[in-house]
């Protein structure tokens, strides 16, 4: 039996509203825990991490976002998302969209570890989270993804930048290695939403790093996961500064863009896929820049948002979002 379930949590609730709480651990770390639908990320959840996030500073060590429930999160709220795009809603899911952007730049900046416990589904928003943390330690069964291409988006929480920034981090900045074929991996998992069948294989695919823990036997996670919390705190954590990210640029981009045309050809991808992959491409090369071009974190997240508001407003990706709504199975239109 986890620490969430266990009675004595009764009364050590913090902080709650209609999707999350904040719950203290003991031993100076706390846990933010949803309780929506599927563990769906909403505004409310949003909140409620800014809140942790601020309580942390203050008030504990260290911070662990984890559930005692089977799946960590399904992702967004994808109704809501196309109800808003119906009615033309476009400033307010700007506004979400850079509120969750915002909450995982604080994750990844934060002065003390936040440690994410990902376990079963872990898919799009839910994943982005978890690629935002100090490290993670997830449950054997994690089934996680960037999945946003199969319903006709990017991910735009920073999850396209993480994983630009991961594969640059497999080799020493003084290293004049080409980056195209690092790159090349890193969107094929994203444009073919490639879904973990373990935690193992998320550590292949480079949604878990070396560093990061597994736990064997999911009733023990979160205890865990607030060990390797509290063990981060007490080495003497310290957040990495912002960093610089090199990119691909404009000749990067154009050798992305012609695979993606030679698929296509091939009858390997639909001509949606290809307007997706051709936004996530430009995302992951860094836009209309000269390869080589060294960028900020928040330069590619601003091109992850203005691709993810764009590819909404295809008439495609709605109807992706809205059959995936109905029958619970992706649409290749």
Known sequence: MTILNDRSEVG???????????VDLGDGAACVVFHSKLNTLDLDIVQMLETALDHLERDFAALVIGNPAKDFSVGGNLQLLLLGAAEGRW????????????VTLRIR??????????????????????????RLQAAAETYMG????GVGLIPAGGGT???VKRVQARIPPEVGVDLLPLI?????????????????????????????GITMKAGRLIEDAKDAALAAARLGYRPS??????????????????????????????????VVGRKL???????????GTWVSEEYLLDLEREAYLSLLGEAKTQERIRHLLRTGAPLRN
């Not at 695919?205 to 070396?210: K, S």
């Not at 491409?281 to 390869?291: I, K, L, R, S």
Request: glycine fraction near 10%; charge should be neutral; proline fraction near 5%.
């Open 184 to 212: 090349q991996w890193a969107f094929e998992t994203l444009s073919l939403a490639k879904v973990s069948r373990s935690a193992c294989e998320a550590k292949a695919w480079g949604y878990l790093r070396e560093g990061d």
């Open 161 to 163: 930048m993480e994983m």
């Open 109 to 134: 900046r934060a002065p003390k570890p936040v440690i994410g416990a990902p376990v079963g589904r872990t898919l799009a928003g839910g994943a982005e989270l978890c690629l935002a943390c100090t």
């Open 281 to 291: 491409a430009h995302v992951m090369a860094g836009g209309d820049v000269p390869e």
């Open 146 to 149: 960037l999945v946003e291409s």
């Open 241 to 274: 500064e912002p960093g610089r990210i090199r990119v691909i640029g404009q000749r990067g981009r154009a050798a992305l863009w012609a695979l993606l045309y030679n698929l296509k050809t091939g009858g390997h991808i639909t001509p949606h896929d290809e």
């Open 91 to 102: 400033d307010e899911i700007d506004r979400a969209v850079r509120q969750f952007q915002h």
């Open 12 to 22: 050590r609730e913090i902080e709650r509203n209609a999707s999350a709480s904040l």
